[in-house]
């Protein structure tokens, strides 16, 4: 099975990982398995502390760089091998696994949209695992996460969103809009979701490149729409919308 550091150098003299700051013990143990002072730190700074733990999870197909989001799940590397054969991607079995479901095969259904495919190939991705882990990170619950990384959100870009529970389709439509989370989730909090709000502003005519700024400067779309026929323009709405995004810090300031 390939781990991932196929280039990289063996094991560096004894001494070495003592200057490193490992004991002797754990040095022969690191060397044993074949690490790399590199790869082990890596693996430490990842939570797998012992040569044995690297070695059973390097086992089940994981990396220092995909391992937590395994561990924060609970699993143990025969949990990932397991739900790996049955050919589920990392993240849907960690969600899965925290639901407390238990692995089990897929149906004929989807092993019938999915033949040809190789089990575990999800694991090639860097780039999910990278906003996966980035999202995990932030506190951000795992089916939470992974509905943002599947809808082809990167976590750095998915996180503001997410912290305010906006689901990842809708935020994709209220960035589309050109809202800020922080406004949509003022939007959500109203009663009113993307799509209604989308629809509002596209029945009353007004162009899709306003409706942020009229939106978020607190007027509906029959608002907005009357106030440019008498010749109000957007850039008034625009002003409103920077005064109330300075003055937004101060109200939540308040209401802590």
Same mark, same amino acid.
């Given at each position: 099975m390939t781990t991932g550091y196929a280039d990289e150098p063996g094991p560096e003299p004894l001494h070495e990982w003592r200057r490193r700051g490992f004991t002797i013990a754990e040095a022969r143990r690191w060397i044993? %398995? &074949?690490?790399?002072? +590199?790869?082990?730190?890596?693996? *430490?700074?990842? #939570?797998?502390y012992t040569a044995a %733990?690297?070695?059973?999870?390097?086992? !089940? &197909? /994981?990396?220092?760089?995909?391992?937590?989001?395994?561990?924060?799940? =609970?699993?143990?590397?025969?949990?990932?091998?397991?739900?790996?054969?049955l050919g589920y991607p990392p993240e849907e079995a960690a969600d899965r696994h925290l639901a407390g479901e238990r692995p089990h095969p897929r149906g004929r259904l989807w092993?019938?949209?999915?033949? +040809?495919?190789?089990? $575990? +190939?999800?694991?090639? %991705?860097?780039? *999910?695992?990278?906003?996966?882990?980035?999202?995990?990170?932030? #506190?951000?619950? !795992? &089916?939470?996460?992974?509905?943002y990384v599947e809808s082809g959100w990167t976590g750095a870009a998915a996180v503001e969103w997410a912290e305010r529970d906006v689901e990842a389709g809708q935020a994709q439509v209220f960035?589309? @809009? $050109?809202?800020?989370?922080?406004?949509? =989730?003022?939007? @959500? /909090?109203? $009663?009113?979701? /993307?799509?209604?709000?989308?629809?509002?502003?596209? *029945? /009353? +005519?007004?162009p899709i490149d306003e409706v942020a700024d009229w939106r978020a400067a607190g007027f509906t779309g029959e608002e907005a729409a009357r106030?440019?026929?008498? $010749?109000? =323009?957007?850039e008034q709405a625009k002003v409103?919308?920077?005064?109330?995004?300075? %003055?937004?810090?101060?109200?939540? =300031? *308040?209401?802590?």
């Open positions: 044993d %398995d &074949g690490f790399s002072i +590199g790869n082990a730190e890596r693996w *430490r700074a990842s #939570g797998v %733990d690297a070695r059973s999870w390097r086992t !089940a &197909g /994981a990396t220092p760089y995909t391992v937590d989001l395994w561990l924060r799940a =609970g699993m143990t590397p025969r949990d990932a091998v397991r739900w790996r054969e092993r019938l949209l999915h033949r +040809g495919e190789q089990p $575990g +190939g999800a694991l090639a %991705d860097e780039e *999910r695992s990278r906003s996966m882990r980035e999202l995990l990170r932030a #506190g951000i619950p !795992a &089916g939470r996460a992974r509905a960035r589309a @809009l $050109g809202l800020s989370a922080r406004e949509a =989730g003022r939007v @959500l /909090a109203s $009663g009113q979701d /993307a799509l209604s709000l989308m629809t509002e502003f596209w *029945r /009353a +005519g007004v106030m440019r026929a008498e $010749g109000i =323009g957007v409103l919308r920077a005064l109330t995004e300075d %003055d937004e810090p101060r109200r939540e =300031g *308040r209401e802590a």
